[in-house]
């Protein structure tokens, strides 16, 4: 299995990012998608997840109604929308696959890619 995330950057207070996760050597649909994330210094934490046809959605609350999880299995890619981001989203973002639904990265998320960093700058 391999993931490769990107869409991360510099952005000021109050701008958009969108995030990309392509995923390989998984039957896509299958798998439930989380997003994390890590801050330096910091545990790796749940940001949102995706149910394996995407009709289901569940988020942290630190980023309920600013960030929008989505995805498209004929491209085998999971997305996150992150709008009115602040100071405090600066980190490494992951993605990655579950079988079952879960917000805790040590339960049963098993892969993990290199991560995009977005920077949020005040």
């Known amino acids: 299995v391999q993931l490769q995330a990107f869409g991360g950057g510099l952005v000021q207070a109050g701008g958009s990012l969108r995030l990309s996760c392509a995923a390989s050597?998984?039957?896509?649909?299958?798998?439930?998608m989380g997003w994390f994330r890590q801050a330096p210094g910091e545990e790796r934490e749940f940001v949102a997840v995706?149910?394996?046809?995407?009709?289901?959605?569940y988020y942290a609350d630190s980023v309920k109604g600013r960030f929008t999880v989505s995805r498209d299995n004929a491209k085998n890619t999971v997305y996150l929308q992150m709008s009115n981001l602040k100071s405090e989203d600066t980190a490494v973002y992951y993605c990655?696959?579950?079988?079952?639904?879960?917000?805790?990265?040590?339960?049963?998320?098993?892969?993990w890619g290199q991560g995009t960093l977005v920077t949020v700058s005040s």
């Open positions: 990655a696959p579950n079988k079952l639904y879960s917000v805790d990265p040590n339960n049963n998320y098993a892969y």
């Open positions: 050597g998984l039957t896509f649909s299958s798998y439930y």
């Open positions: 995706i149910s394996g046809g995407g009709a289901r959605t």
